[in-house]
């Protein structure tokens, strides 16, 4: 039987889909029984998302300074 | 068509309004995922190389993976072009060292949650990132991550790229990338739920 905490461990590998067939049908069946658990792995699987979808434009970054760069002989 | 299509058929004539759309919203990634590859002096160094191959090379682009996926590889490559052509390997002093879980005191002594997340109001990614203050909070966390977790998460959630290869560029075994990328969501997952709870940063 997983404890929470063990399966706060096992938070990445569960989202990623990276478990053994043995420990899947064990945090399966924590997960059927234990909502915080389940709360905690979907907001982990949403701060995943939502780096993923992070902008990190720059507006600062002065593109024409390093397109000229690259324009320019060696 | 979105946008990324828009600009890659921009990009395939040349327009150079495209090239600094682009640049403008990749150059502070490359840099900050460079950085610990080669080090704060050579950074802007792989990053102009990367622009220079990548514009060159941008008809072979087929967009299988994102554009920004494709201009990280290309960066990794520069990075270890440098380091070989300088005779120096990438030193990441005490990285991979597991820092243990950030929120082990949210247990009790059975290993049952004491003080679990809290119900957050929003449910997608696309709602999260509505809130401007929010998406300022997130970006000043990801800079105060320990830097080898901030790495990895900058490679493959920011970067999409995958742990084998993640790995494979860091030098690190890839059981190591896989628990340094779950501390650093954890991290972030506290930052998060944090700023459910409380409104600030």
């Known amino acids: 039987m997983l404890t929470c905490r063990q399966m706060s461990e096992l938070g990445s590998d569960i989202i990623d889909n990276h478990l053994s067939v043995r420990t899947r049908l064990s945090v399966f069946m924590h997960l059927h029984m234990c909502s915080r658990c389940k709360r905690y ?34 | 068509m979105d946008e990324e299509q828009e ?54 682009f087929e967009g299988r993976s994102k554009l920004r996926t494709w201009l990280a590889r290309i960066a990794i490559n520069e990075a270890h072009a440098i380091n070989r052509k300088r005779g120096r390997e990438v030193s990441l002093e005490n990285w991979g060292v597991d820092s243990g879980s950030p929120i082990g005191s949210r247990f009790n002594e059975k290993g049952a949650w004491e003080a679990p997340p809290s119900q957050w109001h929003y449910e997608t ?19 105060k991550l320990p830097s080898d977790q901030q790495s990895v ?4 959630e920011l970067g999409g790229l995958d742990c084998p290869e993640i790995a494979k560029a860091l030098g690190l075994a890839e059981g190591n990338i896989r628990v340094l990328l779950h501390r650093g969501r954890q991290r972030m997952h506290a930052m998060l739920n944090h700023f459910e709870e409380d409104g600030t940063c």
């Open chain 1, 41 to 74: 792995i979907k907001q982990l699987e949403l701060t995943s998302q939502v780096l993923q979808q992070l902008p990190f434009k720059n507006e600062a970054v002065d593109s024409q300074s390093i397109l000229n760069r690259l324009q320019a002989p060696d």
């Open chain 2, 7 to 60: 600009i890659l058929v921009r990009l395939r004539r040349g327009d150079s309004s495209a090239m600094e759309s682009v640049i403008k919203l990749h150059h502070s990634f490359l840099i900050a995922m460079a950085m610990p590859l080669v080090g704060p002096e050579s950074a802007d160094d792989v990053v102009q190389e990367t622009w220079m191959k990548a514009f060159a090379a941008i008809g072979k």
């Open chain 2, 125 to 143: 990614p696309e709602a999260l990132l509505t809130e401007a203050e929010l998406y300022e909070c997130i970006r000043k966390h990801l800079h």
């Open chain 2, 153 to 156: 998460v900058m490679m493959r």
